[in-house]
């Protein structure tokens, strides 16, 4: 079985779906390590709460971007991770990290990559005025947000919407296709060519 760490900021829902699917016996991973930047995070208390190992790292303890990053390597090499899940985590990981997990690094993101990368992609996406938004898992390469797309799933945006309402239906469907993606991942089934990311026959 493969070996999971999740790096969480703050609430932690999709850590939570990720640890209903492993409790539902729908993903064949370990969940070894959840990581947060933020003592505070909900993310630690749900790991917590479901008998993972957590670890705090701030990057006020570091003198450099660089040296906090080193920290977070080592714990997952402490960990014997072999893929990591950034869930909610709002820091961009340095090129040492990335470097150390090419393709073993995935991440959520609130809309439908390539449009509206970085922060409060949801009110960008309300803001520009689209028909239709989402969420898409990807896995990290150096660049924020800009890494090979494994699923993608759109959202209409509706007349009423407020960036709350439609937070919230693009989690529902975040907390669906994150769970799927690791087990795509878990299964063997996914194959990365250049940018596009082939998933294959079940079997
Ligand atoms: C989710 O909507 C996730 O897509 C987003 O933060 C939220 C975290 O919620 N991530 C980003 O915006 C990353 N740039 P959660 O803590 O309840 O999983």
Known sequence: MIRLAVLASGRGSNLQAIIDAVGRGELPVKLVLVLSDNPRAQALERARTAG???VVVRREDYRSRRDFNLEILRWLRRYQVDLVALAGYMRVLSPEVVRAYPNRIMNIHPSL????PGLEAQRQALEYGVKVTGCTVHFVDEGVDTGPIIIQRAVPVREDDTVESLSGRILEQEHQIYPEAIRLFATGRL?????RVRVLEEG
Do not use: S
């Open 52 to 54: 993972i190992p957590t």
């Open 191 to 195: 194959r990365v060519e250049g940018r």
């Open 113 to 116: 990559l390539p449009a509206f």
